[in-house]
């Protein structure tokens, strides 16, 4: 883990442009984290959107929120659950690849979001695309409805194209399963925005919503990894809450952006297994031969809890490697050293 300065800075000009827009949302935003009854929503989500909605509202003069505004709430509410933890996350190249071109088969509910490492993450997104336009990263947080207690990913896309400068995109979840959730996300924001703004929709070009679920499919299964059982990165703390004298109970945000680096250790032994290893690292190159008859990356979905009882799904990603080899035993071993 270490910091990353230019993209740092990326997302911290992002986070102080909305807060310009909503000076106050911050303190605001904590303090109504603070004094929640435990219940009301679930510990995953930082804060609902219904509760950006009472923030940003101070802040706006139409009687009726304009579909600008509307994109402003949450573009708000995802930066605000990011800037609590301020996480951007980093793929070893080998892995990243990996993991973009597993599909997302079989029964992977997309409930296993909701171990998320914090509120708000963001994925650096090499070579990804939505609607034909490249992506630099995206941030992603959790949304707990109020109003039916429904749940949802929301996205928000950090790309230099103007149409897709921090453009958000809702995943309703409670589908099934990921791929369904990402196949239901085009209908949904569609019959949503010919609702609401029937004047800028009509306007909008209508995109597929096969092609809008493989847009998704490479964001959601980084994420998915994430959230996944015996991952290889370390998970941050959960920031802390203290109590001030003129503000009450306030979250303590970092000071500056990590970088956490994803699959160091799991990359370095897939290029390893790739290149042939015969058993030592130095050796690698000099007699490496391919190996025909080996495993797909595929996603593990295994249930833990009684029969009878609650049950909860846990996922496992396996890695691409030779049948009959354990990749565990090529992941290098780190020792602290004092």
């Known amino acids: 883990m270490g910091r990353n300065k230019a993209h740092g800075i990326r ?59 509307v994109v402003d709430l949450a573009r708000l509410a995802t930066l605000g659950a990011w800037r609590t933890t301020q996480g951007v996350y980093r793929f070893d190249p080998d892995l990243y ?13 997309d409930a296993l979001l909701f ?38 990913l929301r996205l928000l896309l950090d790309s230099e194209h103007r149409d897709l400068h921090l453009l958000p995109v809702p995943l309703r979840l409670e589908h099934g399963s990921l791929l369904a959730s990402a196949h239901a996300t085009h209908d949904v924001a569609w019959n949503r925005a010919v609702t609401d703004f029937s ?11 096969a092609q809008v679920a493989r847009d998704l499919a490479p964001i959601l299964a980084l994420l998915l990894y994430l959230c996944a059982d015996e991952t290889d990165y370390q998970r941050p703390p959960r920031p802390r809450l203290v109590k001030t004298r003129t503000q009450g109970r306030v979250l303590v945000a970092p000071a500056q952006v990590r ?37 797909r990356a595929h996603w593990h979905t295994f249930w833990t809890g009684s029969r009878d009882g609650e049950r909860a799904a846990h996922v496992r990603w ?14 290098v071993v780190a020792h602290s050293v004092t």
Not at 97 to 109: E, R, S, Y
Not at 267 to 290: F, I, K, Q, Y
């Open 11 to 69: 997302q911290r000009k992002h986070v102080n442009w909305i807060s310009k827009r909503y000076p106050e949302a911050w303190i605001q935003a904590d303090r109504i984290r603070a004094d929640r009854n435990r219940g009301v929503w679930p510990d995953w989500c930082y804060l609902p959107l219904a509760r950006w909605w009472i923030i940003a509202r101070q802040r706006w003069d139409e009687p009726t929120p304009t579909l600008e505004r």
């Open 115 to 152: 171990r998320l490492p914090s509120w708000g993450v963001y994925l650096e997104t090499p070579d990804l695309s939505f609607s034909g336009m490249p992506i630099i990263g995206v941030y992603a947080s959790l949304e707990h409805d109020l109003r039916d207690g429904h749940a949802e």
């Open 199 to 209: 004047d800028k929709a009509s306007g909008c070009e209508h995109a597929g919503a």
């Open 318 to 331: 396996l890695p691409p490697i030779p049948v009959g080899l354990d990749i565990q035993d090529r992941l």
């Open 97 to 109: 690849a990996a993991l973009i071109a597993t599909p997302l088969a079989g029964d992977l509910a």
């Open 259 to 295: 970088d956490w680096v994803v699959g160091e250790r799991l990359g370095a032994a897939m290029r390893l297994v790739r290149l042939g290893d015969p058993g030592e690292a130095g050796a690698v190159g000099e007699h490496a031969r391919p190996w025909s008859h080996g495993r």
